[in-house]
């Protein structure tokens, strides 16, 4: 049974019976991948427009990163955090060196990730600015997406994400996202330790707030003693045209959240970063993960940043995506079906002109689907578009005919 090809109906009807039923993918049955292009069971083709939600930005099974994977496969995987490993501090040295902090501390999901920003900011709070016990508060803002563990969904503003699944944690505050004036308010409320925020909210639909906004939220942070905790794990690692989003305000958050593309999708790894004021809170025993740290965690993750420096991938997806909009707002002159064109570098959607219920994203990304290139709706009707940043002129051109063609000759 094990490496048995089977056809794209029993991998699905296999899932059916055999998977929890906590997905809705699309009917697609994929088995390879390299660079921008995945392939189903048959052998068809696919432009790939989701990068495993900004997973792959390197491109799939790039070959630096799975050299590296291999020969750290060879020596070393796990040896947990019980004892030193030899790869590890060289890991927390290079990513501390390349994004500008103190200390690294690696973890496996983003959730996780998210987890370990929340214990840093809540005992900082404690510890350094004098907050009661207890009595720590986040301030989140509404239509975020930081996972789906139960601490994190304590502070989501979306019903499917938290409906069935309380009694949640205490101690969020959700405020709107783009609206400094809240900001303001809720940052000066002495139990507030922190503001964890996304650049662009990227589950949520590529939601690119004001410009300015970042930069604002920083300086009210900043006012307040507040620590300002950013989740990139989505528009990190190059995805919107920058190494992080932030870098188009110049912010630096406290508290850095990454995850997905840091292993360019080989396996999972998340990392939080901050200065010592900050991490160095924790204490022995007092946080962890079996996994978090691993060698090979550590040699693939130096490798896909390695990558994404040595290829330009920031330089490539800032460029491509004024390409991309350019094309797609002028499709939505041309069609009633788009609405809104909006993001940043190589995350961007487009808004269709249709109920969340009605369908008409999930059918769009049918046809897409056969003519060669996969997305996937998110919120019903909004289309995310975000390919492996690897991607060319020519290859984003025929992807937007692809669309086009899509769009155009779409009928219910
Ligand atoms: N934070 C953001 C901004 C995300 O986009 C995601 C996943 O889409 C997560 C956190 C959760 O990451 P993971 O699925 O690895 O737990």
């Not at 292009?37 to 990068?51: A, C, E, M, N």
């Not at 942070?221 to 919107?240: F, H, P, S, W, Y």
Request: glycine fraction near 8%.
């Amino acid at each position: 049974m094990l490496g048995t090809i089977i056809s794209s109906q029993e991998a699905i009807a296999l899932e059916e019976k055999f998977g929890a039923h906590n997905y809705h993918p699309l009917p697609v049955v994929l088995s390879k991948g390299e660079g921008v292009f995945l392939w189903d069971v048959d052998g068809k083709r696919y432009y790939d427009f989701l990068s495993a939600y900004s997973a792959v930005n390197q491109g799939h099974c790039h070959p630096r990163i799975l050299q590296a994977l291999f020969d750290q496969a060879k020596e070393l995987t796990l040896t947990s955090r019980a004892f030193y490993n030899d790869k590890l501090g060289v890991a927390e040295k290079y990513v501390c060196e390349l994004f500008c902090y103190e200390k690294a501390l690696f973890m496996n999901s983003g959730a996780e990730a998210n987890e370990t920003a929340i214990k840093l900011a809540r005992k900082w709070g404690y510890t350094r600015k004098g907050i009661p016990d207890n009595k720590a508060i986040i301030v989140a803002v509404r239509q975020n997406f930081h996972g789906r563990t139960t601490g994190v969904i304590s502070a989501s503003s979306e019903s499917s994400a938290r409906e069935g699944f309380g009694p949640f944690l205490p101690g969020f505050e959700i405020v709107d996202y783009d609206d400094v004036q809240v900001l303001e308010r809720a940052l000066a409320h002495p139990h507030v330790c922190a503001l964890w925020i996304e650049p662009i909210q990227g589950e949520a639909g590529v939601y690119v707030p004001a410009e300015g906004y970042l930069r604002r939220a920083a300086d009210i942070c900043r006012k307040n003693n507040v620590l300002l905790m950013v989740d990139e794990i989505q528009t990190g690692i190059a995805r919107t045209g920058k190494n992080l989003a932030c870098d188009y305000e110049n912010v630096r958050p406290d508290i850095l959240i990454l995850g997905k593309a840091l292993s360019g999708g080989v396996f999972p790894i998340s990392l939080v970063l901050a200065n010592d004021d900050i991490m160095l809170v924790i204490k022995p025993g007092e946080h962890g993960s079996t996994f978090g740290g691993n060698p090979l965690a550590a040699v693939v993750c130096m490798e896909a940043l390695a990558v994404v420096k040595d290829e330009k991938l920031a330089e490539n997806a800032y460029r491509l995506g004024f390409i991309f909009r350019d094309r797609m707002t002028e499709l939505m002159k041309r069609t009633h079906l788009i609405t809104k064109v909006r993001g940043k570098g190589l995350l961007n959607a487009i808004v269709i002109n249709d109920s969340p219920e009605s369908g008409t994203a999930w059918n769009i990304c049918l046809a897409l689907a056969k003519r060669g290139l996969l997305a996937k709706p998110t919120h019903g009707n909004i289309i995310r578009l975000a390919p492996p940043l690897v991607i060319t002129e020519d290859q984003i051109h025929e992807c937007c005919d692809i669309i086009e063609h899509c769009i155009l000759s779409y009928s219910k």
